[in-house]
């Protein structure tokens, strides 16, 4: 009976090249990408054409998907460039583009008809109806607004068509307006975030003004700094892996276009092994438990809630005393190369944060296991011993005392 339980998709977000390659060695079936055009997320590192291309056949070659988003809300001075950019796509063959606007949809339909659709969060999917129109036109997939309950997730299952696929979010930041189509931004500094330049204002501090008393702040304290109104837990469903199975869902969507190569390995690692370890028996899963909520919590994060899985949202999954996220473990940087020399251990990375000769760091790898090393020695590129790395996105060769593999990562405690 389990071995006939269908496999969901792990779909892991990628900002840069770098982080795809991650991606896909700690275990998406998927990664979604954004271009330098058409994305909600403008502050993104994104792909060019070149790193999208060199993108898509790294993962192929690794029986991994690429996903494209085209997701803004188009204006009529975009669609020339739109069309321009889906003749692009066509001739790069992604597996799915992933759009919101019904006009965009029809231009991709009309260039690129061999590429999947897939509807974006963005465009309100909260029932079977809407589903079923999409499938109408063409779209393979729809991704749920993340205001439905599993319930609801459920009832869509039964009422639309059997190939018809359900992509839902299962962990990642929450937005405070509905579906993300916040006009917050917009409003208080002219960055829209239905067209990805949003500056998350829903973050910020607020107090309260009475309308005959204006210029009167009324502050509203939860504590001495204040209270963020607007300021959403983020999502976290690895503790109910089953409970989504269950629903129907196809594709288990993280979010986080703008995170780093760490949270995307922790991220992807643990859901990986969550979703593998229940699929091979409830029984193991449910003992792992423990070791999903450990490595799901050293990344970064602000709290965590089950958003509107199991009803309404609530107070609970709001953060009224702080913007702040929590951040156990600081990224040293990804292993490019490694060599062995008589017996020493060397590693290749492009350095992300400082550390220094004589730190004791993890090596992440991507079956689960960390393993604590030291830093025996750092040198530059040209064989120059070097005490400490203070230079972000400097080259460095680092002897270690245990053995490192090409794309495991190096981390510290923060």
């Known amino acids: 009976m389990r071995d006939q339980m269908k496999r969901p998709e792990l779909l892991i977000p990628a900002s840069s090249l770098e982080v795809l390659k991650t991606a896909v060695f700690f275990g ?7 271009g330098e055009a058409f994305s909600l997320r403008a502050k993104a590192k994104n792909f060019s054409a070149q790193e999208m291309r060199e993108g898509i056949a790294f993962a192929h070659s690794r029986g991994v998907k690429v996903h494209v988003t085209a997701n803004i809300l188009a204006h009529n001075r975009d669609i020339e460039e739109a069309a321009i950019y889906f003749e692009e796509l066509r001739r790069l063959g992604p597996d799915a583009l992933i759009i919101s ?6 231009l991709a339909r009309e260039i690129c008809p061999e590429i999947d659709i897939h509807i974006s969060t963005q465009a ?72 990805g330049a949003c500056t998350h204002p829903c973050r910020w501090k607020y107090a309260v003004v009475e309308e005959t008393r204006p210029g009167e702040y009324l502050p509203v304290y939860e504590n001495e700094r204040g209270t963020f ?8 469903m690895i503790e109910h892996i089953p409970e989504m199975v269950s629903a129907g869902i196809d594709s288990f969507k993280i979010e986080g276009r703008m995170k780093t190569a760490l949270y995307v390995a922790a991220v992807a690692r643990t859901y990986r092994k969550a979703i593998d370890d229940y699929l091979e ?22 709290q965590f809630s089950t958003g509107f899985y199991f009803g309404r949202s609530d107070e609970g999954n709001q953060i009224y005393d702080s913007s702040t996220y929590v951040n156990e473990y600081t990224y040293l940087g990804s292993v490019e190369e490694t060599k062995e020399c008589e017996g020493r251990f060397f590693a290749r990375i492009e350095q992300k944060n400082k550390f220094c000769v004589g730190d004791v760091i993890e090596i992440m790898k991507p079956d689960g296991s960390n393993v604590k090393t030291r830093v025996l020695s750092l040198s530059t590129m040209d064989g120059c011993p070097v005490e400490s790395a203070p230079h972000a996105r400097q080259a460095l060769w680092v002897e270690l005392e245990a053995r490192a593999d090409d794309y495991d990562l190096l981390r510290c405690r923060a």
């Not at 992509?167 to 067209?195: Q, V």
């Not at 109104?229 to 999502?235: G, H, I, M, R």
């Open 28 to 34: 998406a079936d998927a990664v979604y990408i954004g």
């Open 101 to 106: 606007d019904p006009g965009m949809f029809l």
């Open 124 to 195: 309100n999917n909260t029932n079977y109806r809407t589903f079923r129109f999409w499938y109408g036109q063409g779209a393979k997939r729809v991704v749920c607004a993340r205001e439905l309950s599993l319930e609801e997730i459920a009832q869509i299952r039964e009422n639309i068509p059997r190939d018809m696929e359900i992509e839902c979010f299962i962990h990642g930041s929450m937005c405070i307006s509905y579906s993300g189509r916040c006009l917050l931004s917009n409003f208080f500094t002219g960055r829209d975030a239905n067209r």
């Open 281 to 302: 028996s409830e029984e193991k899963y449910l003992a792992n438990r423990e070791w999903y909520r450990s490595e799901i919590g050293k990344c970064t994060y602000r």
């Open 229 to 236: 109104l607007f300021n959403s837990k983020d999502l976290c």
